[in-house]
Each structure stands twice: as C-alpha cells, then as structure tokens.
C-alpha cells in the first residue's frame, strides 16, 4: 500500500504502539468498546474485485482470495442466530472485493430484505454490477429504500478518481452510478477525506446535479469521505482518558454495535469479527458465531485511532 494522499508528511509507526491489549506503549489504560447489541451485521462477500486499487486497505484485487466467496446457507446461518439472539438487527452490510462477484449476492440480498431488514451494498458500480440490473431492478420493485447502493468514487474529478483505482475506472463507475440514479435506487457515494472536506463536498455537489444524481453533498451520510488508512503510518493510541479529552461516547464506534463475517481460504467456516477494517489482524477475529463476538474490542490498532475515533467516520448508516 502507497502512503495516504493526504498533505501530511509519512511518519513511520513508532516500535511497540498498538501491541498490548490492556496498555499503551506510554503504560496508560487503553480504551476498549463495550457490545451494546447487534445493529449491523457485515458481511464480506470474498477479496477478489474486477479492478486492483492503489491503497486499498483490505488488498482486493482480481487475484487476492485471502477471503472466498462466502456462501447463502453461511450467511443464513447468522441471520438465525441473530433472530434466535434477539439481537436488535436494522441492517446487514455487503462489502468485498466487489460483492457483485460473488454469485451468492442476489440471493443474500433477497433473504436480508425479505426479513424486514435493510440491506447496504458498497459497489464500485462497473461490469460486475451492471451484469445484475434485471434483479437489482426487482430488489428495488419489491423492498424500495430498503436495499442501499453505495458507490465508491474517490473524487469527483476523473483523473484523481483513475489515480487510485485505474485509467478509465472513473468514466465506467460514474455510468454505473447514473444508472442506478436513473432506476430511482437509494444511493450513497463513498469519497476520501485526503482530498479536503469542504471543497470535496462542493466539487462533487456539482458533478450529481450535473447527471441528475440526488444525493444531497453535504450529507454525511449519503456522501461519505472516508479517513486514509495505512497502517505503517503514525498515530496516536486511544487511552480511557480520550472518552473525555475528545467529547466521544465508546457507544459511538461500529464495533459497540457491529461485526463482520468473513470466510477465510482453507477455513471450514466462517469467522466473526470485530469490524469490518481489520479483516487480517488475528487479534480482532472474535470467534465463530455472533454469541462468541459478544465481547469488549480493545483498541490496539492504528485503524481503530485514525478512522473511528480521531476520524469520526463509520461504516455504515
């Protein structure tokens, strides 16, 4: 992975931040998030994508299967579980690779939205997903806002967008998004924070009204400007202090209402963790059903400082 595009100089991690569960490397009580319930389950669709990105921090690429395909009767099975739980599900969240090469995904989808819940799907709306348009268009018939498309565009300018995610990515995701635009689709746009905030915000303002896209640019929410993460960069670790020092609630963070599933290569069955960042750290993998997940998440690394807390941002709605 390439350093952030961010204007800040590359400060390499500092040896033994990140490592203790209970202390930071300055011997302060490390902040940990307590489970408050099971909001939004996350579901990782597998690691292979149609496009290979610059800093993509889960490293998905058309060859990388460190995470397969996750099947529906898997994803079924966490859905009962939550059910029999009472777990206080709203959502389940689709993230990838691309989750449209998974084939299991309609199917998932189906059975998400046939249980009342909503459905969040993070797409970067090219081949992969135009291959489905007949039952995108009947998901969208039957459930209406309940299924959400997410569409990644880094920036609205085309040659900062192919920067990161490959010559001609841009003009290929912005049909994408225009299409389902169109078809009156429930829509968000996921952008980077590394590029500005305000005049990010205006710049891509303009490019919706310029292709009748109605996402409103200052909603945080429908337009997301993720933090850069890399995980050789420098940052502070979070202490119990910090709650206070920054006016944050620990409720606040995903991992106090969210986990992801993934099915690792070679494993016998999927595994739970504790979001949807941290797919390759063993430290955040919390067991194999949602009752073993039900458990603290102590703060140990960079990803949990720069994006949750010191970055404010989330995955989901």
């Known amino acids: 992975m390439t350093p952030p595009l961010d204007n800040a100089p590359f400060t390499p991690l500092a040896t033994g931040k990140f490592e203790d569960a ?25 690691t292979l994508c149609n496009i290979t990105c610059t800093n993509c921090y889960i490293e998905s690429s058309p060859r990388n299967d460190a995470l397969v395909y996750i099947a529906l009767d898997e994803v079924l ?10 777990e206080p599900l709203e959502e389940v969240g689709f993230t990838g690779g691309e989750p449209f090469m998974n084939r299991d995904l309609v199917p998932m989808l189906e059975a998400v939205l046939a249980r009342g819940l909503h ?11 135009r291959q489905h348009e007949a039952a995108l268009l009947r998901l969208r018939d039957d459930y209406g806002d309940r ?32 299409w389902l635009a169109r078809h009156g689709f429930n829509l968000h746009v996921a952008g980077r924070a590394a590029f500005g905030d305000a005049a ?15 996402i409103d640019p200052m909603d945080p929410v429908a337009l997301m400007l993720f933090p850069e993460m890399d995980a050789r960069v420098d940052v502070p670790e979070i202490t ?4 206070d020092i920054l006016g944050k609630s620990p409720d606040s963070l995903m991992c106090a209402s969210s986990r992801m599933v993934v099915k690792r290569r070679g494993a016998a069955r999927p595994a739970v963790l504790a979001c949807t960042l941290l797919a390759y750290d063993q430290r955040f993998e919390l067991g194999a059903t949602l009752a073993e997940a039900a458990i603290p998440v102590a703060l140990n690394h960079q990803h949990c400082a720069k994006f949750c807390v010191l970055g404010g941002a989330a995955c989901s709605r």
């Open 22 to 46: 209970v202390v930071t490397l300055k011997g302060e009580r490390r902040a940990a998030v307590a489970f408050g319930g099971l909001t939004t389950l996350w579901v990782n669709t597998g």
């Open 77 to 86: 099975a966490f859905l009962d579980e939550a059910a029999a739980r009472g």
């Open 119 to 129: 459905a969040l799907v993070l797409t970067n709306a090219m081949k992969p997903m």
């Open 147 to 178: 299924l959400t498309m997410r569409v990644s565009l880094d920036h609205f300018d085309a040659a900062l967008h192919d920067q990161e995610r490959g010559g001609g990515s841009f003009a290929i995701a912005l049909d994408g998004l225009v």
């Open 200 to 214: 990010t915000r205006e710049g891509f303002g303009a490019l919706f009204a310029a292709h009748g896209i109605g």
């Open 240 to 243: 119990e202090a910090c709650w």
